[in-house]
T-cell receptor, first 114, second 110 residues
Framework: DAGVIQSPRHEVTEMGQEVTLRCKPI?????LFWYRQTMMRGLELLIYFNNNVPIDDSGMPEDRFSAKMPNASFSTLKIQPSEPRDSAVYFC????????????FGPGTRLTVT | KQEVTQIPAALSVPEGENLVLNCSFTDSAIYNLQWFRQDPGKGLTSLLLIQSSQREQTSGRLNASLDKSSGRSTLYIAASQPGDSATYLC?????????FGQGTELSVKP
């Protein structure tokens, strides 16, 4: 398996623009997670899905952030409008079982908002 | 609120040394604890997962222990190598939700 795939790997955009980050989980994994990593706050869980249904979105910082999982092999994280403080590395991860198994992380998308 | 702390924040050792990385957490109601490795500019790689009912896990030169009652975990690396240089993160699982420590940046000098 190719592992968790994220695109783009790097994104530079101007404040106010819409940003869409994409993730393809490992085939057969029922759980998908979106994380954000910054120097100040470390790694934080934003939202996670089980069988394409959002389970916990308490980590989503503001209404400007939204995430969808239209099918088992694709998820998006959208920021609209983007702000400089959204600059971070965004990771997607997936796992077979949310409670007992390792989470497999993608390579991340480095977002820079100017 | 669950908080995860890792000490030290950075560590530099000569090649061949055995070393211990520490992780502490405030709430013992966890499902499991995981140790990850992160190389600069890369994603996270899972190293070891310890279920809440287990005391330790081993993989090659790595050994992780878990003491839920005291809220502590350690990652022991035997015979360190320059290729072990990376940031090591621990995370506690609250039931599908990982809470991460800030990591320990390890540098192994040849």
């Amino acid at each position: 398996d190719a592992g968790v795939i994220q695109s783009p790997r790097h994104e530079v955009t101007e404040m106010g623009q819409e940003v869409t980050l994409r993730c393809k989980p490992i085939s057969g994994h029922d759980y998908l997670f979106w994380y954000r990593q910054t120097m100040m706050r470390g790694l934080e869980l934003l939202i996670y899905f089980n069988n394409n249904v959002p389970i916990d979105d308490s980590g989503m910082p503001e209404d400007r952030f939204s995430a969808k999982m239209p099918n088992a092999s694709f998820s998006t994280l959208k920021i609209q409008p983007s702000e400089p403080r959204d600059s971070a590395v965004y990771f997607c991860a997936s796992t077979v079982d949310g409670l007992s198994y390792e989470q497999y992380f993608g390579p991340g998308t480095r977002l820079t908002v100017t | 609120k669950q908080e995860v702390t890792q000490i030290p924040a950075a560590l530099s050792v000569p090649e061949g040394e055995n070393l211990v990385l520490n992780c502490s957490f405030t709430d013992s109601a966890i499902y499991n604890l995981q140790w990850f490795r992160q190389d600069p500019g890369k994603g996270l790689t899972s190293l070891l997962l310890i279920q809440s009912s287990q005391r330790e896990q081993t993989s090659g030169r790595l050994n992780a222990s878990l003491d839920k009652s005291s809220g502590r975990s350690t990652l022991y690396i035997a015979a360190s190598q320059p290729g072990d240089s990376a940031t090591y993160l621990c995370a506690v699982d609250l039931g599908g939700k990982l809470i991460f420590g800030q990591g320990t940046e390890l540098s192994v000098k040849p």
